[in-house]
């Protein structure tokens, strides 16, 4: 046949399905299934990766379709966020220009993909129409007290005098554009008080872990980040000599059994007692001085002169001697100014991190260990790592030698908490969620500032706060955030006094933005709220959401918190469901890309240095020497980028997704060759010979009559009717065993590289039982390119339209059109019957075999029982090819 063009094929059917009208579509009445990748950031160019996801959340999509689902497959573009500013400011144009031209463009090589984004849906968050609800959404948070001010440490520029993101900030601390030495600076800076979330945030981690329906490394992901943390806060009296110090310091800790193991106390650099020392100490003042850019697992440590404390179990007197003596107390980086209380007991027996400071500063000092794995261990030792684990108390513990650690913390938290000395707490590593930006591209906070009145919210019917339009030149004339010099759109008056007044000059981290855009996609053209709560309703949660590893954190988590408010509110505490945005949650695996390096220099070797003449040995062009080669994360560096938009215009969208698919696991690192996809092309060229060969057969009647009443004449079947039903069920029976298998793989587990490698070995077995009743050839090659079509759409179409001229167009508008297993099995297995076997006379064994057709006589019917017996246990250990060779063999009929 004429080799098949599929780049020809994807035109074809892309122009068809653009032009067919949507009410033409069959419903099917499965439901609605929302099925979302994560929303691209438009940087203007689509790569591998890219398309990797799409394709994934595309072939889902279009798999609930042919099961007849109602699909929701949204696209929208997560437009807002600092490199659209800096790439408009490295470029001398405005953001708005750089991202529309950069959305356009990423639309058209998404369109090339063959994908069946619903564009009616599509949305832009640095659109207004957006932007206005995401606003909407930030004033029903302040409302509630879930919005707040308060003063935070930022990253300043003197040089710019601007606010720089982490990012922009390098590793020595230094400003990535002006590079002057970055500073701290404390400003009044907005929240969102997701802490108070928190205990659901963590108890409904447990209904997402069910039946897998996240991925368990996010979980544990999700679970770090929360970090509750179960423990006591204890108070260390001080024996100060200076008056200025508070009378305590209060730690936390979450292993009060080590208590008598305290050797020292550790302050963060914030902690209010170094700030009053510091005041005083010209010397600590200077070693605070140095820690800015330190690393923060640095044992570095300051001994404050005039200071002790007193571990408060000294007050007992069956407290042994050495854990009444008084403690050194330090200002230390690698304690956390805002975990906790800022301070730690440090106990270099127990804990790893107290362990390595107190070799560092006290090295000629015995370690002191008070609990051990059992109660006989040396305690003596200096031991050269920390005993972390739980265990029995030793003879260090006073009293409470020989018990449980877990038991021994209790019952001291509870002695110390009588004499107000400790306290049981949970403390929790989530902080709330800062989203001021002193930026320019996002969404403006909608709050009016007035010298009377306050913080104002801006009025509901003055919504959306737009972001003033700047020119191309806007970034050379001023540094800073540009909002802040735009005097006309800064100035303004007060909503509730009407006096003068100034906008808010902050915008919004994106992750606002992103942590509700999935809920605007179910009801994208809503002028006066986000969404519709009944629509909310009917469409949300997401059911499938695919994205990348790196959002297991922190997008997830803003989703999951802004989701369970706007679902809730309103029911307030009469809220019993676990309100979560998204059932189920694939993350995809990475794509690298073949590179070639050179063995002696170790350099990468960009494609003109790179000798191919012979594909199995690549050589580097200039020495002849064999080059290295390895699969490393694309990058231009490494000269292995692959532009989809290539390997699509040369293979066809088709063949590239299948390649995608097949060549690993979706959650697997993806090796990308494209030299392969060769392999899926061909295979794709014998399902179209297939398909033209079997062309429009039709059976007249289902597999499922066929096969019930080939049943009822199975008796008396002759010879060559049994041959004609061996063939006929060989093809069905892994008809069948395809359809269950793929089904699952495409419904349940995702295992979409399966999918590819089951149908390939379906198309074989089609290919190669040629002599089947043609009626089931076709009902066969059928099922096949309908299960094909999630992965090829263009191709599937196009085979369709061979098999269904007037079938009504697209596979994809035909309703429930995916196979299902029919109720053959039972069908296609032959009939069974009891063969007693005797040899030289003697009953030897009997066996279950299939029952000979009634034509099957003489000759063949002796073959027909040998073979058959051949295929059982029995047959196999008693029976040898040669005995039956040997002797006589006599059939017995009944
Ligand atoms: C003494 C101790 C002994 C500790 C021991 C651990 C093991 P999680 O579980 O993550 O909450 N810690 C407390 N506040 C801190 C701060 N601001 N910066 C750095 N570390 C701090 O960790 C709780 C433990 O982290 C606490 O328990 C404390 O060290 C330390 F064998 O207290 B522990
Ligand atoms: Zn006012």
Redesign the pocket.
């Known amino acids: 046949s004429a080799k098949l063009d599929l780049p020809a094929l994807d035109r074809k059917w892309r122009e068809k399905w653009s032009s067919e009208q949507d009410g033409a579509d069959k419903k099917g009445d499965a439901g609605s299934k929302y099925i979302l990748p994560m929303f691209p950031y438009p940087s203007g160019y689509l790569h591998l990766g890219h398309l990797r996801v799409y394709t994934i959340a595309d072939v889902v999509a279009r798999f609930h379709t042919l099961q007849g689902s109602n699909v929701i497959l949204p696209m929208g573009w997560d437009a807002f966020g600092l490199p659209a500013e800096n790439a408009a400011i490295e470029r001398g144009i405005n953001p708005a220009t750089w991202t529309k031209a950069n959305i356009a463009k990423m639309k058209e090589q998404l369109d090339l993909m063959n994908g069946s984004w619903d564009w009616s849906r599509e949305l832009a968050t640095c659109d207004p129409d957006f932007y206005k609800h995401t606003q909407k959404i930030f004033l029903q948070l302040y409302e509630k007290g879930l919005a707040y001010q308060d003063e935070a440490e930022v990253n300043y520029d003197p040089v710019d005098k601007t606010v720089l993101a982490n990012e922009q900030v390098d590793a020595n601390g230094f400003s990535w554009r002006s590079g002057a030495k970055v500073e701290k600076r404390k400003l009044k800076q907005w929240f969102l008080r997701i802490s108070e979330f928190r205990d659901s945030l963590l108890k409904d981690l447990e209904v997402l872990g069910r039946d897998n329906a996240w991925p368990e490394r996010v979980l544990t992901m999700q679970k770090n980040w929360l970090?509750k943390?179960t423990?006591a806060t204890i108070k260390f009296p001080l024996l100060a000599f200076n008056q200025t110090v508070n009378a305590a310091i209060e730690?936390?800790?979450?292993?009060p059994d080590?208590l008598f193991g305290v050797q020292y106390l550790a302050l963060?650099s914030t902690h209010p007692v170094v700030t009053d020392l510091a005041a005083q100490d010209p010397e600590l003042q200077a070693f605070l001085d140095t820690l800015p850019g330190l690393p923060p697992d640095s044992k570095v440590g300051y001994m404050l002169p005039h200071v002790r404390a007193i571990n408060p179990l000294a007050y007992h007197e069956e407290t042994p001697e050495a854990t009444k003596k008084s403690l050194p107390v330090y200002v230390a980086p690698?304690?956390?100014g805002d975990?906790?209380?800022?301070?730690?007991?440090g106990?270099p027996g127990?804990?790893v991190r107290?362990h390595a400071f107190w070799k560092t500063h006290h090295s000629d000092e015995p370690v002191r260990v008070v609990l051990a794995a059992s109660e006989d261990e040396s305690t003596t030792a200096m031991l050269n790592e920390p005993y972390?684990d739980h265990g029995v108390m030793t003879e260090h513990s006073g009293l409470f030698k020989g018990k449980s650690s877990k038991e021994t913390g209790d019952m001291l938290i509870g002695m110390l908490e009588a004499a107000d000395l400790a306290k049981p707490v949970d403390?929790w590593?989530l902080r709330d969620w800062l989203i001021s930006r002193q930026r320019y591209w996002g969404t403006p906070i909608p709050i009016v500032h007035c010298g009377s009145c306050g913080t104002v919210p801006v009025p509901d019917s003055d919504l959306p706060v737009l972001l003033p339009e700047v020119d191309d030149h806007w970034a050379e004339k001023k540094t800073g955030n540009p909002l802040e010099s735009l005097t006309d759109w800064v100035e303004t008056s007060c909503p509730k006094c009407g006096g003068h007044a100034r906008r808010d000059t902050d915008t919004m981290d994106t992750f606002v933005d992103s942590s509700w855009y999935y809920m605007r996609f179910i009801d994208p053209h809503n002028k006066d709220a986000p969404f519709a709560m009944d629509k909310a309703r009917s469409l949300l949660p997401v059911d499938i959401y695919i994205g990348g590893i790196e959002h297991a954190i922190l997008h997830l988590l803003y989703s999951r918190f802004i989701y369970k408010f706007l679902m809730s509110a309103g029911e307030g505490e009469s809220a019993v469901d676990a309100y979560e945005p998204f059932k189920r949650l694939i993350t995809q695996g990475m794509v690298h890309g073949k590179t070639y390096s050179d063995p002696s220099t170790g350099r990468f070797l960009k494609p003109d240095e790179v000798d191919l003449s012979d594909p199995s040995t690549p050589r580097v062009a200039s020495t002849e020497e064999q080059a290295v080669v390895s699969y490393e994360k694309m990058s231009k560096s490494k000269y292995n980028g692959v532009d989809p938009t290539d390997v699509i215009a040369q293979h066809g969208a088709d063949a590239t997704r299948a390649h995608m698919l097949f060549q690993a696991p979706v959650s697997e690192i993806l090796y990308w060759d494209g030299d392969k996809i060769v392999g899926i092309t061909r295979w794709l060229s014998r399902v179209h010979e297939l398909v033209t060969k079997v062309g429009r057969i039709s059976s007249g009647s289902t597999p499922l009559e066929y096969f019930q009443q080939a049943s009822q004449k199975f008796d008396s079947m002759s010879a060559e009717e049994f041959a004609q039903w061996d063939a006929d069920t060989a093809i069905w029976r892994d008809v069948q065993k395809t359809i269950a298998s793929v089904t699952a793989s495409y419904d349940k587990v995702y295992a979409l590289n399966t999918v590819v490698s089951d149908l390939m070995i379906l198309t074989n077995t089609i290919a190669t039982n040629g002599g089947a009743h043609p009626a089931i050839q076709a009902e066969a090659v059928s099922a096949l390119v309908r299960m094909v079509a999630p992965i090829a759409p263009a191709f599937a179409d196009e085979c369709w339209s061979i098999l269904k001229p007037d079938g009504g167009g697209s596979i994809f508008r035909g309703g429930a059109l995916f196979p299902v297993v029919d109720g053959t099995e039972a069908l296609l297995q032959p009939r069974k019957q009891t063969c007693a076997v005797q040899i030289n006379g003697k009953l030897r064994f009997a066996a279950e075999i299939a029952k000979p057709p009634a034509g099957c006589q003489g000759e063949m019917l002796r073959h027909w029982v040998v073979g058959e017996l051949l295929k059982t246990d029995e047959g196999k250990t008693r029976l040898s090819c040669e005995t039956l060779a040997a002797k006589k063999v006599i059939v017995v009929k009944g």
């Open positions: 970090g943390s423990g730690v936390f800790t979450s292993r080590t963060a690698y304690v956390i975990y906790g209380e800022g301070a730690v007991m106990v127990h804990d107290d972390i403390k590593r």
